[in-house]
């Protein structure tokens, strides 16, 4: 049964501290990325990565930080210097790292919350 | 970058066909046009894409003007399944695939 697995569904986190969220997919995609949304939104890229072992910022990755060291998995880590953090955060994968016909296909995302 | 404008929100009769319009006037020749839609709370879900020519599958039909300047999703028998948010997008060329998510259009389908 392939797809895209995020873990947690919800995550809390206290003032100062680093979460990292979790997204794994085993459909054999070469990229993935890391999208935010907030309410009543659309969507916002924060990193995404073509390959093993290379990422590129997208439009909001102040405050975020992410690794590929494996094919199958990209995590997200949420800093504290990350200041409005609360927000529902997406991950997606396709299967060439270039080319206009890729479909994207989403997780099914991880809600963040601050305490 | 090519940016979209849809309606903000749509209402469709259960079981009639649902027509979601979407401006793209500054796309370029070979970008593709994407449909997704989000229920609430859930990750996008793929819909249907096309570049030029009218495209067909078992959610939807894509129907793209002949300038590729708007498109329409259609969604011939729409059920009360079908609420969510329906996005229309244009991969931005030159960027690892990126693709620009507007706020789209929120439909709901009424029994």
């Known amino acids: 049964d392939g797809g895209i697995t995020q873990s947690p569904k919800y995550l809390f986190r206290k003032e100062g501290q680093n979460v990292t969220l979790s997204c794994e997919q085993n459909?054999?995609?070469?990229?993935m990325y890391w999208y935010r949304q907030d309410p009543g939104q659309g969507l916002r890229l924060i990193y995404y990565?073509?390959?093993?072992?290379?990422?590129q910022k997208g439009d909001i990755a102040e405050g975020y930080s992410v690794s590929r060291e494996k094919k199958e998995s990209f995590p997200l880590t949420v800093t504290s210097a990350q200041k409005n953090p609360t927000a529902f955060y997406l991950c997606?994968?396709?299967?060439?790292?270039?080319?206009?016909?890729?479909?994207?296909?989403f997780g099914p995302g991880t809600r963040l919350l601050v305490l | 970058d090519a940016k979209t404008t849809q309606p903000p929100s749509m209402d469709c009769a259960e079981g009639r066909a649902a027509n979601l319009p979407c401006n793209h006037s500054?796309?370029?020749?070979?970008?593709?046009v994407y449909w997704y839609r989000q229920i609430h709370s859930q990750g996008p879900q793929y819909i249907i894409h096309?570049?030029?020519n009218n495209e067909t599958n078992e959610m939807a039909s894509l129907i793209i003007t002949e300038d590729r300047k708007s498109s329409t999703l259609i969604l011939p028998h729409a059920t009360l399944r079908d609420t969510a948010v329906y996005y229309c997008?244009?991969?931005?060329?030159?960027?690892?695939?990126?693709?620009?998510f507007g706020t789209g259009t929120s439909l709901t389908v009424i029994p």
């Open positions: 997606a994968s396709s299967k060439a790292r270039q080319g206009p016909w890729e479909t994207q296909y």
């Open positions: 459909l054999n995609h070469d990229a």
């Open positions: 990565s073509q390959i093993v072992n290379d990422f």
């Open positions: 500054t796309i370029s020749g070979n970008e593709y």
């Open positions: 096309g570049l030029k």
């Open positions: 997008i244009v991969r931005v060329e030159n960027t690892g695939n990126q693709f620009y």
